[in-house]
Structures are given as C-alpha cells and as structure tokens.
C-alpha cells in the first residue's frame, strides 16, 4: 500500500494554500524574501499613486491602477507557490498526528514484574519501561530490552507487510505509533515526549524547520545583488530624466509607476518567488519515496554528493542466497542432480530452499509429482534439511554435515567432491551438498545473486561523475567477485567500524562529499562522518541518531534515490534561475524604451517588437512577469528530472532549453498580452 499522491489541484490544498497566500502579505512575513518584500512596497507606493490620481483626475489612473493590481497579483503568486508546497506536506502530516493521538502505555516498574499500569504515552520519558503485547499500538519511540515482536508498520511507512523486531540485534528498534500484530515484550523510551520519529516527521514534512542550505543561501546573495543593482539602474533613470527635462527641455520625468514596474519587471522575481517552494517540495517528494529528511541541509548534500558507500547486503545484492548453478560429482548428470535437489527442497521453506526449487524446476523442466513426503526440518546441530519419500532419503547440508551422514550410511565419499567445494567457496558462493539415501549427487552453488539492472544504474552514476564504493564483510577474493559483477568502482572487504571511518575521512581530504547507508550502532561512527548518511528506520537508535535521512523502508539502495532527488532540486533550481534571469533581457527590450522614449527618442531602435503605446507595453510586462509565477509552480513542484549528464552537458543542456527559452518566451508572451490588453483598451 503507497501512500497516496496529493494533486496539487485537490480542492483543500488549494484552499488552505490561498488563505496562507494572503496572510504571507505581512510584511514580517516576507522579511525572508527580500526580494518579494521590495516588489509589495513597490505595490504600495503605486497603490497610492493610484488612489492620487483618482482625486486628481488624472487621465493614466488606469494604468497606475492596473500595474498596481498586477504587482500584488505577484505577491500573491509568489505567497502561492509557497503555500501550496506547505499545504501538501501539512496534508501528509496529518496521517501522521492521527497514528500518535490518544495512545495509552502500559508502564513497568521494572523487566522482571509485568504487573504495569496503564498511563497516556504523554506521560512517558526517556528511559521508562513499558509491556509491549499483541494489538498494542506502540506509544514511544524505544528500544526492545526483551522478547520478540511482529510489528505492522504501515502508518509511518505505508507499507501494509509487518516486520520483526528483536531484543539484542540491529533490529530492535520500535516506532510510536505502529501496532504490534504478535509477540510480547519489554522496551525502554528512548526520547522524551515530543520528540518522537513521528513528531519529527510531522515538524519536517510540513517544512517548518527547513533551514536553508549553503548553495540556497548563494542564489539568495545573487538574487539580493542582482535586486540592488536594478534599484540603483531604476534611481538612475530617474534621475536621467530630470537631467533631459531640466537640461535638455525634452521628454517628461518618469513617473513612479514605471520606475517601479521597471523595477519589478528587471528584478529576479520568478526564482525569488519559487525558490521556496522548490526546496519545500524536495523534501515532499522524499516523503513520498518513505524518506525522511531531516534537513534541508541533507538534500543538498545529497544533490553534491559523488562518491556513494553501499552496503553488499541488501543494497548491491539481495542478501538471500539464491541456486545460482548445479555441479555434479563424478558418474551423476546435471539432471540427475537437478531431480534430486529439486525433490530435497519440496516444504523447503527457507529462501534458499524456495530457490532450489525454482530453480531445477524452471531451468531442468523438472516437476515431481509427489505428495506422501516428510519434511525434515533444518537442524542447526545437524546442519542437514530434507525429505522422506517413502524408502528413499533425500537430504542436503553443508559437505561435512553430509559427508559425515553418508559414512554413517557406509557411503562412498566422491573423489572430487572437496575440490569442487573448494572452487565454489573461492568464488565467494555457499557449497550445498545433495545426497539421496547414501549417495552423494553433487553441489548445489548458492550465491547472494547481484541485484538486476543494478549494473547498469553504477554505469549512469558513472557517467554523472559519482564514484561507487562497496562495503562488505567478504574476505577479500569473494569482495573483489562481487564487485567485478556488480561494476563498482571501489570495495572494502573484511570492513570494520573504524576501516569505514578511516575510508570516509580520506576520501572527504581528497575533496570528495561521501553518502552512505547503515543501520547497526557499528554503522554510527561511519554516519555521523559522512556527509549524507541515510539510516534504516529498522536500525539501532544510535544509528537514526548519527544519521540525517532516515529511510522507512529499510532498503539501503534508497541512497540512490536520495541523491537524484538531491540533483533534481539543484538541477530545478538551476534551470528556473536560468530561466529567471533570461526572461529579464526580453523584457529589457520592451520596458526600457516605453519607459524613456519620450526623453530619449534614440532608445526607440531598442523596440523590437514595436509596441507604439507605451503604456500598454509596460503594462503587459507587468501582467507577464506575474502570469509566468503560477505558470512554474508546477515545475517547481515536480522537479526537472535528473539524467545522469556530466556537468558540462547539463550546463549547455539549461543554456539551451531554459537560457534560450527564457529569452524567447516573454517576447510571444508579453506580445499576445499587448495584443489582448489593446483590444480591451479599444473597446472601452
């Protein structure tokens, strides 16, 4: 079950984010939007121009009313795109608040007496012990002290399949607000009311703690610059023609409506407008994969990020031992084997068991028709599993475990059979050993099978200039296998805590920003180094604490994913700003000589598009570069989709699409809005 997608045309959001649109008018609030700031006082001052020319008759009070009409149209398009990415992670949160409300705990004095008493998980600190049993929901984030539990996740993940949690592995971490399907135990609250997994969830989804980041609070100082040097270029036109009128005795002073819209029209309002929501809607768009960003920060990391430490297990592959290939010994086919195996795994119902079985089916046509059988369970003292089909035995185990069953059977020993071990534990693969009665047929080879089409996406991030690392426990032969199949760039093997801390500090002097996944307290030192470190919401506490994503699902190779998203936003950021800038050449060549072809006839050879009234021509600026906001705000909200590109592809890619698009568009765009505001002018 995924969690649904939120429009951004639902009717609610659509309504909230309009309300907050005009309660962001306040002045206070657009203090962190300069830029936005300066075009409002820019509507207030044209406002009163307005209303002056009204009581005095001024025969322009049209044009001063509708250029301050659109100019708060901008605002409020900006305010708008702000909002609607808010609304959408308050939308989400609000599950969330639900999965939390009215919980109860069933408090303990201590692990050993389970009388407890029932208090509101309000009431909870750090360190409480709390009975956790069957249909409990859980009432605080904690760590398993005792027992084994089945836990359905789905209201913090959305994923309806429960999972298991277990007192003294990398698994024993519980989440308030999911339910316990079966199993009794004990935990202890591991943060304080108010601090849970799901209260950070709800505080970061609808983005209100989003800090800026380091490349954001950049744009922000281009975007103030560029801002000041138009206000200087708009003083000066103004004094420019008090010059013509009073030295010259040509033309007329401009007036402050025109300076302002000038102002407005040259200044970067698009990317001030959507900047916001561009960051707001990145972390959205991480929730919707079912991760949790714990900072704006940590996104932007990931988009710079470009070397990637990536767990074997889990992540390059599956992590289950799959039936990779049959070998036989001496005198026994391939399907002889194959027959035998296959009739071994029947009730298997371990991974590797369901494997063997699919596998001798799909690739020896082999399917046994057999229902009087017995199981023989897996035995860790024994090492053997199998079944009993009437007078025959078929079992299959490590090779001492059989060769040890078939002597006592007073079985033969096949002269090549510990060679063949041998050469299947060199490769890095697990020798299961097939007899049937006290025959032995040949050699299963289990492999941890590499993940399909992961090959491929290490060639794409490759080609994007990210550096891949793999991470494993392997001995060095069985690393270097795996990680020639897999097409990684660079493995550790035998990697302990502090081999993984040693490899990120050297890679990070080097000038390198490393990512990477874990989720055991080992893991934590490793994290808190790296720069993006993306723990499993499964994992210890102390590696949810070290790390700053947290990934609901559990699936390591979700560190992929975080970075495309983290370049998509920086991609998105980049094309709108190149777009933004671009679309104020345009609109140079329309507004410059309306605005001061009275005083500078000369400038008139800047009117390319030769619009002869300049006040409609100024006016149509005005409408476009407030119309273009909304326009965005879709493309601000979805992202431009990440293609794994060098950086100087990319760059001549936005040069071309959003650089040459930016200066073509507003001349179409303000040229149909002159066209429609004339007719309108003719007709009234």
């Known amino acids: 079950m995924k969690k649904k997608e939120l429009s951004i045309f639902d009717k609610k959001i659509l309504e909230e984010a309009f309300i907050n649109s005009i309660k962001k008018l306040n002045p206070l609030e657009l203090l962190r939007n300069p830029v936005m700031l300066s075009v409002e006082i820019g509507s207030v001052i044209t406002t009163l121009n307005f209303f002056y020319d009204l009581t005095t008759h001024n025969k322009h009070a049209w044009f001063s009313g509708n250029v301050s009409l659109w100019l708060w149209l901008t605002v409020l398009f900006s305010n708008f795109a702000e909002s609607i990415a808010e609304s959408r992670g308050k939308a989400r949160a609000q599950s969330l608040r639900e999965a939390k409300s009215n919980l109860f705990a069933k408090k303990l004095k201590n692990k050993d007496d389970k009388t407890y008493e029932q208090v509101p998980a309000s009431s909870l600190k750090k360190g409480d012990l709390f009975l956790l049993e069957k249909d409990d929901i859980i009432p605080i984030d904690g760590e398993l002290i005792e027992g084994v539990l089945l836990v359905n996740e789905s209201a913090v993940t959305g994923e309806s399949a429960p999972v298991i949690r277990e ?24 943060v304080n009311p108010g601090e849970t997994f799901i209260d950070k969830m709800i505080s970061l989804v609808e983005g209100a703690k989003r800090r800026k980041t380091p490349n954001e609070i950049a744009l922000d100082i281009l975007i103030i610059s560029l801002t000041v040097v138009f206000l200087v270029v708009v003083i000066n036109f103004r004094a420019l023609s008090y010059y013509s009128v009073y030295s010259t005795h040509k033309g007329s002073i401009v007036s402050l409506v025109v300076l302002v819209a000038l102002f407005v029209c040259l200044a970067p309002t698009t990317i001030a407008a959507l900047l916001p929501a561009i960051g707001i809607a990145g972390m959205d768009r991480l929730f919707r994969k079912n991760i949790i960003a714990l900072s704006g ?10 070397v990637l430490f990536l767990d074997k297990t889990g992540t390059i592959t599956y ?18 084997l194959a027959k035998v195996a296959h009739i071994a795994s029947i009730g298997d119902s371990t991974a590797e068991g369901k494997s063997i079985f699919a596998f001798t089916k799909e690739k020896y046509n082999i399917s046994a028709d057999i229902k009087d059988y017995k199981v023989i369970e897996f ?11 009437g007078n025959d035995q078929y079992r299959k185990g490590s090779s001492d475990a059989i060769e040890k069953y078939i002597s006592s059977l007073g079985g033969v020993i096949p002269k090549n059979l510990d060679r063949i071990v041998e050469e299947v534990a060199k490769e890095g693969g697990t020798p299961l050993v097939v007899a049937k009665n006290d025959k032995i047929y040949g050699v299963v080879y289990l492999k941890d099978i590499i993940k399909p089409g992961i090959k491929e996406k290490f060639k794409e991030l490759r080609r994007a200039g990210i550096k891949t690392v793999m991470i494993t426990g392997d001995n060095p032969l069985t690393a270097a296998t795996i990680a020639a199949e897999a097409g990684v760039d660079d493995f550790l093997a035998q990697a302990k805590p502090e081999d993984k801390l040693r490899l990120i500090k050297k890679y990070q002097e080097e000038g390198y920003m490393v990512a990477m996944t874990g989720d055991g307290t080992n893991d934590a030192p490793a994290l808190a180094q790296a720069d993006v470190a993306v723990a499993m919401n499964s994992g210890t506490q102390a590696a949810k604490d070290a790390a700053n994503i947290i990934d609901l699902d559990n699936d390591p190779s979700k560190l992929i994913e975080v970075v495309e998203v983290g370049k998509e936003i920086l991609i998105t950021r980049g094309a709108i700003t190149t777009f933004s800038i ?11 000589p309306a605005a001061v072809s009275k005083s500078y006839p000369e400038l008139n050879i800047l009117n390319i598009l030769h619009l002869e009234n300049p006040y409609i021509a100024i006016l149509s600026a005005v409408i476009f570069n407030a119309v273009v906001i909304p326009m965005l705000i879709p493309l601000a909200l979805k992202g431009v989709k990440y293609r794994p590109i060098d950086a100087q592809t990319l760059l001549v890619r936005n040069l071309s699409i959003y650089g040459i698009g930016g200066v073509l568009f507003p001349f179409f765009g303000i040229l149909i809005i002159y066209w429609i505001c004339e007719i309108i002018w003719r007709v009234l």
């Open 167 to 190: 007192f003294g592995t990398d698994k024993s971490s519980v989440t308030a607000g999911t339910k316990v399907v079966s199993g009794t135990g004990v935990a202890v609250a591991s």
């Open 297 to 306: 920060r940590a996104i932007e990391a990931a988009g710079d990020a470009n």
């Open 319 to 336: 992590g289950d031992r799959q039936a990779y290939k049959l070998i036989p010994v001496e005198g026994v086919s391939e399907e002889e």
């Open 379 to 389: 035995n860790a003292s024994t090492r053997i599993s199998g079944v009993d089909v």
């Open 582 to 592: 671009a679309n104020d050449i345009s609109k140079y060549f329309v507004i410059i």
